[in-house]
């Protein structure tokens, strides 16, 4: 939209603003108008260049936060499990197994298959198949055409010892391949499944299987002689042709024989299913079952991996040019929390810890070395053969051990980020779940109390402990806490990268709510320069119509004078 505000010059709306440009004055006065709202928005020209500052230090934060989250993840497979499932969950808890043979000449693989859970016991056991689990098959009589009608009818009852029987109407018009697929309609119920076998030209064969092992298939004509004229069973309702009898398993476990109805066997050692897949009986099998060494160390070198990468974000972040000056990327150069928890991890990682071995204590004693820049390095060869020999201790190195003077009272969960040793307890309580106070090495109002359950009190050094104690009144007893590496870098990582609660998240939301405040600013900024822009529209329009004006005047009067401009 174009309006003409002069000879020369005019007001015109151009990408929604209004401008003035051309002039009776000679004046740019557009120029003029944009220099003084360029003045007025430098202000939020920096608010913005603040807020993609704000953007830049958030989206190294997420990293931060995202490498550390994953650091922890790696560290949880190797610190304490705490509460019903810990002993399950364990890294250090799951078993190997191997099958090899002490007598015989069978392949032991192909004889038996083992499935080992992290409950199993470390030991070996002597195994030998007698028997494989087997399914009843029956079998009837032959026929000329499967798909034919049979012309039968009546009713037979079926099932497998134990299921549920099923009633198999049967019509006149039905085919062998029919009675079939009726029978199988029925099988999810009656474990018994039936087939149409062709065994010669001409030839056809009802068979009947039983979907479980070691149960009798249980037939009867229960209206007319369907299964008698099939010739499945004679007339006194025995099997006219069994294939295959149902039979048990029969292995010999440390010499003791043992029967089961099923080839799967899960209840005859704790944590171990055996697979039997063959009898051979002259074969004695040995099942070793061990700590899982490559698991616990698969899980370290995890670990390593995962803190490297952590470790180059923070290098990358702390990086300085040759001239001095911050490298580029380093938009985290010089932050608070980057610094403070690499330094509380460094610190971790080069510390030693309690494990009752002397001998092995540090990260270095495990072929694990902080080299060059802080990064880890791992000889595998030590590594390994140090959890080969002295399993127990490497666990204790990474996992919190903990013990209690009463069965009473026990450690429920531990997110904390300090040592503790040994803790004398007083506790007050005048009955079970009836806790009034709790005393720590002589200090009060350290704990939260809730029921059965005494919680360390948010800001003190026992923050993140949780206890529970079940005895009926009041007691004083001892607990002593040696924290392992595995939790004290889970649960200070946990402290920074926590999505809800942790110190980076906090820093976003921080940031983010600056960046907001920045940006209403700017924007009330620009609305004031566009209230601006308006105001100096309407001045230079009404200057520029007083000089339209006055020329038009000028110019009438040389016309009557009869003069030109240069008189």
Same mark, same amino acid.
Request: without cysteine; negative net charge; proline residues 1%.
């Given at each position: 939209?174009?309006?003409?505000i002069?000879s020369?010059g ?8 209004? !401008?003035v440009s051309?002039s009776?004055?000679?004046?740019d006065t557009?120029a003029l108008i944009?220099? /003084?709202?360029?003045?007025?928005t430098?202000?939020a020209d ?6 993609k500052?704000n953007?830049l230090?958030?989206a190294g ?5 995202d490498?550390g989250a994953?650091?922890r993840?790696k560290?949880q ?5 705490y ?7 364990s890294? &250090?808890?799951?078993?190997a197994?191997a099958?090899?043979?002490?007598t015989g000449s069978?392949n032991?693989?192909n004889i038996?298959?083992?499935t080992l ?5 470390v030991?070996?056991?002597e195994?030998?198949v007698?028997k494989k689990?087997?399914?009843?098959k029956?079998?009837?009589?032959t026929?000329?055409d499967?798909?034919a009608d049979l012309?039968y009818?009546?009713? &037979?009852?079926i ?7 099923a009633?198999?109407? !049967?019509?006149a018009d039905m085919?062998?391949q ?9 099988s999810?119920g009656?474990?018994?499944t039936?087939?149409?076998l062709?065994v010669?030209e001409n030839a &056809?064969q ?10 009798n298939i249980q037939?009867?004509d229960?209206a007319?002689?369907v ?6 069973i004679?007339?006194?309702g025995a099997f ?6 149902p039979?048990?398993?029969e ?11 099923s ?5 005859i050692?704790?944590g !171990?299913?055996l697979?039997?897949k ?6 004695t ?7 899982d060494?490559?698991?616990s ?5 995890? &670990?390593?991996e995962a803190?490297?990468t952590?470790r180059?974000f923070v290098k990358?972040n ?5 001239d001095?000056s911050? /490298? ?5 150069f010089g932050d608070?929390l980057l610094?403070t928890?690499?330094?509380?991890i460094?610190g971790?990682? @080069? ?9 092995l ?5 495990l072929?694990?070395t902080l080299?060059d820049?802080?990064?880890?390095d791992?000889?595998e060869?030590?590594?390994n053969?140090?959890l080969?020999?002295?399993?127990d201790?490497?666990r204790?190195m990474?996992?919190?051990?903990h013990s209690?003077? @009463?069965?009473?009272f026990?450690?429920?969960n531990?997110? /904390?980020v300090g ?5 004398s307890?007083d506790i007050t309580a005048?009955g079970?779940?009836? $806790?009034?106070?709790v005393?720590?090495?002589?200090e ?5 109390? @809730?029921?059965?359950?005494?919680i ?10 949780s206890?529970a104690?079940?005895g ?7 607990m ?5 590496l595995?939790?004290l870098v ?7 990268t ?9 820093q976003?939301n921080?940031i983010?709510s600056d960046s907001?405040?920045l940006q209403?600013r700017?924007?009330?900024?620009r609305?004031?320069?566009e209230q601006?822009?308006? @105001?100096? $529209?309407a001045k230079y329009?009404r200057?520029?119509?007083l000089i339209?004006?006055a020329?038009s005047t000028?110019a009438q009067?040389?016309?009557i004078l ?6």
């Open positions: 939209m174009t309006n003409t002069g020369t005019t007001i015109s709306t151009q990408n929604g603003r209004t !401008v051309g009776s004055s000679g004046i557009s944009e220099a /003084a709202i360029k003045q007025r430098r202000e920096k608010l913005d260049a603040q807020i500052k953007d230090r958030i934060y997420q990293t931060l936060a490498l994953e650091v993840a560290m497979n190797l610190r304490q499990v509460g019903s499932t810990s002993t399950s969950n890294i &250090f808890n799951r078993k197994g099958l090899s043979v002490i069978g032991a693989g038996l298959g083992v859970s992290d409950s199993a016991q030991g070996t056991t195994i030998v007698l689990a087997m399914a009843a029956v079998a009837g009589g026929v000329t499967k798909t012309g009818t009546g009713t &037979f009852s099932g497998l010892d134990g299921a549920t029987a009633n198999i109407n !049967v019509t085919s062998l029919e009675i079939a697929t009726a029978i199988n309609a029925q999810s009656t474990k018994v039936a087939s149409v062709k010669g &056809f009802l068979v009947l299987t039983g979907t479980n092992t070691a149960k037939i009867s229960t007319g002689t299964m008698q004229d099939l010739g499945v004679n007339g006194g006219v042709d069994v294939i295959q009898p039979q048990q398993a292995i010999q476990v440390d010499g003791i024989l043992v029967t089961r109805d080839n799967l066997i899960t209840d050692l704790d !171990v299913t697979n039997i063959a009898a051979d009986t002259g074969t099998i040995a099942l070793e079952v061990t700590k060494t490559t698991a160390a698969d899980a370290i070198l995890d &670990f390593v803190y490297n952590f180059q990358d702390q990086a300085v040019g040759a001095g911050v /490298a580029t990327g380093a938009i985290l608070t610094k928890l690499n330094q509380e460094q971790l990682l @080069s510390r030693s810890y309690n494990t009752g071995d002397p001998a204590t540090t990260m270095r004693d072929g694990i080299e820049d802080n990064f880890l791992v000889d060869e030590i590594l053969n140090v080969s020999n002295k399993f201790t490497v204790a990474f996992e919190t051990q209690s003077s @009463s069965p009473d026990r450690l429920l531990n997110t /904390a040592d503790f040793g040994a803790l307890i005048s079970p779940g009836a $806790i009034s106070a005393t720590v090495n002589g009060a109002n350290m704990f939260d109390i @809730s029921g059965t359950s005494i360390g009190k948010k800001g003190t050094r026992y923050e993140g402990l206890f104690y079940i009926a009144g009041s007691t004083t007893l001892t002593t806490i040696n924290q392992g595995g939790d889970s649960n200070n990582f946990n402290r920074y926590d999505s809800t609660t942790g110190e980076l998240t906090a976003i921080r983010n907001d405040t209403t700017a924007e009330r900024v609305e004031r320069a601006f822009r308006e @105001s100096l $529209i329009s200057m520029e119509a339209n004006s020329n000028l009067i040389r016309a009869g003069t030109n401009k240069d008189d």
